[in-house]
């Protein structure tokens, strides 16, 4: 009776435990980003022949930042809890626990950039080439389908206007298409690390701004970068 009653409360640990992962996906937008960023950074390693001591160091680092975002999750529903009025304490706790997230999530970004480097630098010459020579009309195809899919949205949520808001969002397009030139025209992997850093903070200053949402700017990167590459496959610049 005993093994049954510790059984039953493993299996309701176990589901508390899973009720509160699914929570903090359902609820907090930066988890919702978390997980997307791991899985594209999780599904890139595969292409490389990372060691195992390399892969336990990227894996570390995406759980490492997830538990910080969960932790962050549970102080902030703790002081709401106890208070729902201004107090100087509660702001410090829900600063450090989001400074927490933070130097986790530079964390991850450092040992991504140590351990993805030298093999982007490789990657990312096959990678331009590849582009300057490759059919024009691939390019066009994936153009043609992103219009489409701008201007379809457009004509069913009436978004925006032409000068702000709306989908696609412009400042990100702009942003990621100097970014994408800037590595085209100088082929390093630093210059292209710091310029597409900063197209994504003006993307992400437009989210902040809550001037566009976090996929209208994702449509506007994307549709910044094909027209760059193809600009650059037609030889304007060359």
Known sequence: ME???????????????????????????????HYLASTVILVISL?????KIEFMMLL??????????????????????VTSE????AKIAKDVA?????MSALYSVMVGYILFYDKLTHFSS????????????????????????????????????PLQGGMPSGHAALSFAIATSITMMTERVE????????????????????????????AGGLLGTLIAIIVFQLGLFY
């Open 3 to 33: 093994k049954k009653t510790r059984k039953v409360n493993i299996i309701k640990s176990f589901n508390a435990a899973i009720e509160g992962i699914l929570y903090t996906f359902r609820v907090e937008r930066n988890m919702k980003i």
């Open 47 to 51: 292409m490389f022949n990372f060691s």
């Open 60 to 81: 570390g680092s995406i759980v490492l930042v997830i538990v910080a975002e969960m932790m962050n999750t549970a102080i902030e529903k703790t002081v709401d809890l």
């Open 86 to 89: 201004y107090h100087e304490l």
């Open 98 to 102: 989001a400074g927490a997230v933070l």
């Open 126 to 161: 096959y990678l331009i080439l590849y582009l300057r020579k490759s059919e024009l009309h691939i390019t066009l195809i994936c153009m043609i389908l992103v219009l489409i899919a701008v201007v379809a949205l457009k004509t069913f949520t009436f978004t925006g206007t």
């Open 191 to 218: 210059a292209s690390t710091l310029a597409y850093a900063m197209a994504v903070l003006v993307a992400q200053s437009r989210i902040e701004g809550k001037i566009h949402t976090f996929w209208e700017t994702v």
